[in-house]
T-cell receptor
Framework: ETGVTQTPRHLVMGMTNKKSLKCEQH?????MYWYKQSAKKPLELMFV???????ENNSVPSRFSPECPNSSHLFLHLHTLQPEDSALYLC??????????????FGPGTRLTVT | AQKITQTQPGMFVQEKEAVTLDCTYD???????LFWYKQPSSGEMIFLIY??????QNATEGRYSLNFQKARKSANLVISASQLGDSAMYFC???????????????FGSGTRLLVRP
């Protein structure tokens, strides 16, 4: 049990739809991340939030819009997606360094299919 | 330039035997960290083991050990006494630079699919 939950687990949407992915971490971490995992490609970092502030936007198209209302919740708002956006979207969180923990904890992912 | 290279797209191992998964990295930073994650078919990434660039001893976590050869820039994962449940994708990842705050970027390799044969 990782303590990071993601909903929904599976999502099928048309290119004109608007949907949101939700991530919640129950670990008291300060930083949260969105990653994209496409078939046959390495995991790609999309966004990083530290204490609710966005610290990284890895050249992600504007049709992906993140939101981090607090250190425990992270959303990814989706609109006018393209079929090539179909992928597994993984959320992760990491701990305050003073605790001596270095790893990122991942959620189970949302499998997104854009039709 | 690719920073993390995993040259084995797929590997087989017999149950109860040991297996080594290769990982080489490229960085000009003196301070960095190396991670291995396991991804079963369910999708979630499970942290296995961490090695800091200044750690003098190889990291070990149960049946997992990291063969860290700094001069060769390699960080191979060794799984001893393989179990059927070890069948999964395995990813090597690197964090570059000095840790300044809680957040950091991880760069992942392309992964190795391990299948454990009974």
């Amino acid at each position: 049990e990782t303590g990071v939950t993601q909903t929904p687990r599976h999502l099928v949407m048309g290119m004109t739809n608007k949907k949101s992915l939700k991530c919640e971490q129950h670990l008291g971490h300060n930083a949260m991340y969105w990653y994209k995992q496409s078939a046959k490609k390495p995991l790609e970092l999309m966004f990083v939030y530290n204490f609710k502030e966005q610290t990284e936007n890895n050249s992600v198209p504007s049709r992906f819009s993140p939101e981090c209302p607090n250190s425990s919740h992270l959303f990814l708002h989706l609109h006018t997606l393209q079929p090539e956006d179909s992928a597994l979207y993984l959320c992760a969180s990491s701990f305050d360094l003073t605790g001596g923990h270095y790893e990122q904890y991942f959620g189970p992912g949302t499998r997104l299919t854009v039709t | 330039a690719q920073k993390i290279t995993q040259t084995q797209p797929g590997m087989f191992v017999q149950e109860k035997e040991a297996v080594t998964l290769d990982c080489t990295y490229d960085t000009s930073d003196q301070s960095y960290g190396l991670f291995w994650y396991k991804q079963p078919s369910s999708g979630e990434m499970i942290f296995l083991i961490y090695q800091g660039s200044y750690d003098e001893q190889n990291a070990t976590e149960g049946r997992y050990s990291l063969n860290f050869q700094k001069a060769r820039k390699s960080a191979n994962l060794v799984i001893s006494a393989s179990q059927l449940g070890d069948s999964a994708m395995y990813f090597c990842a690197m964090r570059e630079g000095v840790l300044m705050d809680s957040s950091y970027k991880l760069i992942f390799g392309s992964g190795t699919r391990l299948l454990v044969r009974p």
